[in-house]
């Protein structure tokens, strides 16, 4: 079979218009899986807004937990409130303060740790009062150690040593924490 010209200019034509309607059918029509991508993706969206929302709660929960026991005063003004917070306890609870020993602060977490050794003497009872008064949040104190010694056999008389801990803001490293959830 002999291709004369004009055959070859209809082909020709057919196949133009083919090519301009498929290229007009691309850009009219959408693409199914397009769309649907698009409503999973906004879903997504929404799913994460929401869980950011509710982890943004969780963290201003948590701060202001924390905050009730974390000092914001420099470590003097703390060492100087601790001694007298525990002498008002010793004196409420009738047991006799032997000392208040500050030890070596360290830094972790973005917070400083502030020890002291507290050293009391009086009645179990009354010792055991004084130890849950100390840790009440309004003192801000945290008890990591205690240690019993019985002071006269023929008595329930103790000395008891107490580690005692405040916790305070290290400049500038729990604040980025505390600002980011306000």
């Not at 509710?54 to 009730?68: E, F, N």
């Not at 609870?93 to 003497?121: A, I």
Request: proline share 4%.
């Amino acid at each position: 079979m002999k291709f004369n010209e004009r055959t070859f200019n209809i082909i020709s034509l057919i196949g133009v218009v083919a090519m301009f309607a498929i290229v007009v059918v691309d850009f009219l029509v959408p693409k199914p899986y397009t769309t649907l991508t698009r409503r999973v993706q906004a879903e997504n969206i929404r799913q994460l807004n929401d869980n950011v929302k509710v982890y943004q709660a969780q963290l201003k929960t948590a701060t202001t937990s924390v905050d009730k026991y974390v000092w914001k005063k420099n470590s003097d003004e703390i060492s100087s409130q601790s001694l007298k917070n525990v002498t008002a306890i010793a004196i409420k609870h009738k047991v006799q303060m032997l000392g208040f020993r500050p030890q070596k602060p360290s830094e972790d977490g973005g917070f400083t740790h502030l020890p002291y050794l507290v050293l009391l003497s009086g009645t179990y009872p009354n010792v055991q009062a004084a130890l849950q008064d100390i840790e009440a949040p309004v003192n801000r104190l945290a008890i990591s150690l205690v240690q019993f010694a019985s002071a006269d056999a023929n008595s329930d008389s103790v000395n008891a040593t107490i580690g005692v801990v405040a916790y305070s803001l290290t400049p500038g490293g729990a604040n980025a924490t505390t600002t980011a959830a306000k």
